[in-house]
């Protein structure tokens, strides 16, 4: 941190302290189905795997689907995941196709978490090197529960 920066000491996300006047936001994110998950691979077993990145506090997130065996064409998880975040503008969230048998990722989405939309969702996937997969998404559904003080959903 620099010394002579207007917010010195106001503000500093690395330290545990900088938490206790901000409340978190509670995530529900569920992967509900597939659709040709696995581009060039018919007879995979994918899972999904889910990252949160972001703070440190919030970086240890890191959920993981049920694989579904054999079949990449349309695969249905129906499974849902809690998340708690603090600085949503500062937050990603990482969806990773993963083939349960080998541990390779076969596609992929980074998004922020701002521009995640509430509700039900198509989530175009992608390939490794960042490029659109036209036929591969995710069905999702998302929403967000502030949480008040206390400790419940508000």
């Not at 999904?48 to 890191?62: A, L, R, W």
Request: aromatic share 10%; with cysteine.
């Amino acid at each position: 941190w620099d010394k002579n920066c207007l917010i010195y000491q106001q503000f500093c996300p690395l330290e545990r302290e900088t938490m206790d006047n901000v409340e978190p936001v509670v995530y529900s994110l569920m992967i509900i189905s597939g659709q040709n998950v696995c581009p060039n691979n018919t007879t995979g077993s994918p899972c999904i795997e889910i990252d949160v990145i972001g703070m440190p506090q919030e970086s240890s997130y890191h959920f993981r689907t049920k694989p579904i065996h054999r079949n990449t064409l349309n695969p249905m998880w129906n499974e849902s995941f809690l998340f708690r975040i603090y600085f949503e503008d500062l937050v990603f969230v990482r969806f990773a196709v993963v083939e349960n048998n080998s541990s390779t990722t076969t596609a992929q989405r980074i998004i922020p978490l701002k521009a995640l939309k509430r509700g039900y969702r198509h989530l175009q996937l992608r390939s490794l090197h960042n490029e659109p997969l036209e036929i591969s998404s995710l069905f999702i559904y998302s929403r967000r529960v502030q949480e008040n003080p206390t400790g419940s959903n508000v």
